[in-house]
């Protein structure tokens, strides 16, 4: 049987890379360079499956991501967290006391800000967490590190001289599990769900205050709610959310009739099982 590939933006080692093999263990991981890439090997049916971040409990939102999944065709089946831990790795041999620049990249040197500048190290902005080590085992240089997973010292060869480095340790990563796949099987009845949707209201007098409306009189709980502009334009601003349940569920299904009344655009991205981690964290 063929082994079925999953999609990532990054290089191998990258997070991302960490996330795939954690929930999908079975499925060969293969890294792209733009989260554009990712959704096309999906699209086009290079990878069955993408693994795609869209939010960090201290960076906040992954911001590329959220303009890209309208436009994207695919559908959001699953949800993962991940804690995320970052180390200090050098070339064989080196010192921690040597090192004085360190690279990665920049939301991942921003989670790691305080124990950097503690460790009185200068950083260097580079595309992705592993892309630092893989330039890092091509150019050797004891006088510099990366900040990356822990995978990444293994692919490419290098020393961790300090671990788990990241300012906080509940540093946590959601990701999100992409289809092609027009119409996926439902989550089983039992399982409690999420529902993702983007909308646009129509141009009226508190249209965004009666749309959402619905969701307060009916008892759903909404989760996520974040506006966006579309294509550059300053009046066309879109929505993206997130809520608790199934179209199927009667209360969600009448504030979904709210909201298309007072939306000239409406479209569910995904109906997928809510992460354990979810009920863990709460």
Partial sequence: MTKGRIAFQGELGANSHEACVAAFPDMEPVPHASFEEAFDAVKLGDCQLGMIPVEN????????????????????????????????????????????????????????????????????????????????SEHPDPTRGAVSPALAAELYGLDIVARDIEDEHNNTTRFLVMTADKTPPPPPFTTPCVTSFIFRVRNLPAALYKA???????????????????????????????????????????????????????????????????????
């Fill in 57 to 136: 409990s201290i960076a906040g939102r992954v911001a590329d991501v959220h303009h890209l999944l309208p436009s994207s065709g695919l559908k959001i089946i699953g949800e993962r967290f991940k804690p995320i831990h970052f180390q200090l790795m050098v070339n064989r041999g080196v010192k921690l006391e040597d090192v004085k620049t360190v690279a990665s990249m920049p939301i991942a040197l921003g989670q790691c800000r305080k124990s950097l500048r503690r460790m009185g190290l200068k950083t260097e902005p580079v595309g992705d967490t592993a892309l630092a080590a893989k330039l890092l």
């Fill in 212 to 282: 959402l409306g619905g969701f307060a009189t009916n008892g759903v709980n909404m989760t996520k709610l974040e506006s966006y502009m579309e294509n550059g334009a300053f009046t066309a601003t879109f929505f993206y959310a997130e809520v608790d349940g199934r179209p199927e569920d009667r209360g969600l299904a009448l504030a979904f009739d709210e909201l298309k009344f007072f939306s000239e655009r409406f479209e569910i991205l995904g109906v997928y099982p809510a992460d354990p981690f979810r009920s863990r964290a709460g």
